[in-house]
């Protein structure tokens, strides 16, 4: 995306031979046409300013054209020019010229030019599953009975530090559903941080 500003357009000679010519500013952004812009500009003592203070964005390209206004059909309006105006930066403000049907007009303008916002990527987020068996069972399916301790380890193959969450569902018996639900701690989160490289592996692992 870039936006240009058109600073002020001067004339330096006009087209009418006598008299201000009757300058109309028509601007296409993309191809599409915008609101005009009129003034009565006259060559004289040095030339007249007009300060449009302008501004358009575009994506590839700004055209810019000047017209004199006379009195159709008797006396057609006269083209003095077109500037066409790229998507490049400028090194500050540029200035162009309107010299056709013997005319003169100098348009200053600037482009700025930057690249669009890279968006933040989405976190990604995995899930997955782990039976955790603890306590004292009987002799019901599918387990035996015993007393079961389960260690689980998570493990961070990265070098950078990463979060994850751990919720624990109790789950029913003999196929019923879930008796509860319940997350200890709510959704806890562990930052974990890689190992410095003083052994055989990088990573470190907790458990929980
Ligand atoms: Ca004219
Ligand atoms: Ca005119
Ligand atoms: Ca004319």
């Known amino acids: 995306m870039c936006t240009v500003t058109l600073i002020s357009l001067h004339c330096n000679k006009t087209e009418d031979s006598t008299g201000a010519d009757e300058c109309r500013l028509v601007v296409y952004v993309d191809g599409v046409p915008q609101p005009e812009h009129t003034n009565s ?67 200053v303008y600037s482009v700025d030019c930057r690249p669009d916002p890279i968006p933040e990527p989405e976190p990604v987020y995995y899930q997955y599953a782990v039976k955790v068996i603890q306590g004292k069972t009987d002799d019901f399916i599918p387990i035996g009975p015993g007393v079961y301790f389960t260690s689980v380890n998570v493990h961070n193959p990265w070098r950078h530090e990463v979060n994850y969450c751990v919720k624990l569902a109790v789950s029913g018996h003999n196929g019923e559903r879930f008796s509860s639900r319940m997350a200890t701690p709510s959704l806890a989160r562990f930052p974990i941080s890689r190992t410095r490289a003083s052994g055989p592996t990088r990573s470190r692992s907790t458990t929980t």
Do not use: H, R
Not at 41 to 68: E, I, R
């Open 41 to 107: 500009m006259n060559d004289a003592g040095g030339g007249d300013t007009w300060p449009l203070g302008l501004t358009y964005s575009f994506n590839s390209q700004v055209l810019v054209k000047l017209w004199d206004d006379d009195n159709p059909p008797i006396d057609p309006n006269d083209w003095l020019g077109d500037v066409d105006i790229p998507c490049v930066t400028t090194a500050g403000p540029t200035t162009a010229t309107f010299k056709e049907d013997d005319a003169n007009y100098d348009l």
